[in-house]
């Protein structure tokens, strides 16, 4: 069974910092494409960024200059390096990886408030 585990959420002050991880020890993640979604209260799921396997980035144009996504192929895991957070990025965060299936993880949630 493939299994995403994510890490790294949690509550920060705004214009703080937060790194998430996303590790599998199921699925090869630099093989495949990888994103990070997320899902706030009330709101539809939506893009944040993703990697491709040849390492191209896109971002959502919410986050672009803030948001970091990358991968550590020894560790099969892909972060999301987050920035100057605002409260408007409170949401759950979620790994997603597309190998022949889209998997997700769990969620980790993260709160921006003062």
Do not use: H
Not at 20 to 32: E, G, H, K, V
Not at 48 to 68: C, E, L, N, Q
Not at 76 to 104: H, I, P, R
Request: one cysteine or more; proline letters at 3%.
């Amino acid at each position: 069974q493939v299994q995403l585990v994510e890490s790294g959420g949690g509550l920060v002050q705004p214009g703080g910092s937060l790194r998430l991880s996303c590790t599998s020890s199921t699925i090869t993640i630099q093989r495949n494409t990888a994103a990070w979604y997320r899902q706030a209260p009330g709101k539809e799921r939506e893009f944040v960024a993703g990697i491709t396997p040849g390492t191209d980035t896109r971002y959502a144009d919410s986050v672009k200059g803030r948001f970091t996504i990358s991968r550590d192929i020894i560790k099969n895991t892909v972060y999301l390096q987050m920035n100057s957070l605002k409260s408007e990025d409170t949401a759950v965060y979620y790994c997603n990886v597309k190998a022949g299936y889209s998997y997700w993880g769990q969620g980790t949630q993260v709160t921006v408030s003062s």
